[in-house]
């Protein structure tokens, strides 16, 4: 049974950081790519950070520089360091394949809000 548990959103301050935890199954990184994504209010779902099993790395245009995303295999646990956030950044985010559609759930997510 696959899980997609997310943690580790809050509200903090523009200019602040967080550091969201996404605990998996065992052996999801090397079967998917796996992704960071976020709804914002009004908004629809963006993708805006991807790896993959080899460690490649992408990200969305608007947090180049700000988020890097990461694995941890013997957890199962994937990272999303958020560092300079800003207003724009408020979202639940989600973890889950790219495309989302190879696991075919999401989970409940975990809400960031910034805000002064």
Same mark, same amino acid.
């Given at each position: 049974?696959?899980?997609?548990?997310?943690?580790?959103?809050?509200?903090?301050?523009?200019?602040?950081?967080?550091?969201?935890?996404?605990?998996?199954?065992?052996?999801?990184?090397?079967?998917?790519?796996?992704?960071?994504?976020? +709804?914002? &209010?009004?908004?629809?779902?963006?993708?805006?950070?991807?790896?993959?099993?080899?460690?490649?790395?992408?990200?969305?245009?608007?947090?180049?520089?700000?988020?890097?995303?990461?694995?941890?295999?013997?957890?199962?646990?994937?990272? @999303? +360091?958020?560092?300079? @956030? +800003? &207003?724009?950044?408020?979202?639940?985010?989600?973890?889950? *394949?790219? &495309?989302?559609?190879?696991?075919?759930?999401?989970?409940?997510?975990?809400?960031?809000?910034? *805000?002064?």
């Amino acid at each position: 049974q696959v899980q997609l548990v997310e943690s580790g959103g809050g509200l903090v301050l523009p200019g602040g950081s967080l550091r969201l935890a996404c605990v998996t199954s065992a052996n999801i990184f090397g079967r998917y790519v796996m992704g960071w994504y976020r +709804q914002a &209010p009004g908004k629809q779902r963006e993708l805006v950070a991807t790896i993959t099993w080899s460690g490649t790395i992408g990200y969305t245009d608007s947090v180049k520089g700000r988020f890097n995303i990461s694995t941890d295999s013997a957890e199962n646990t994937m990272y @999303l +360091q958020m560092n300079n @956030l +800003q &207003p724009e950044d408020t979202a639940v985010y989600y973890c889950n *394949s790219v &495309p989302a559609s190879r696991l075919g759930f999401w989970g409940q997510g975990t809400q960031v809000i910034v *805000s002064s």
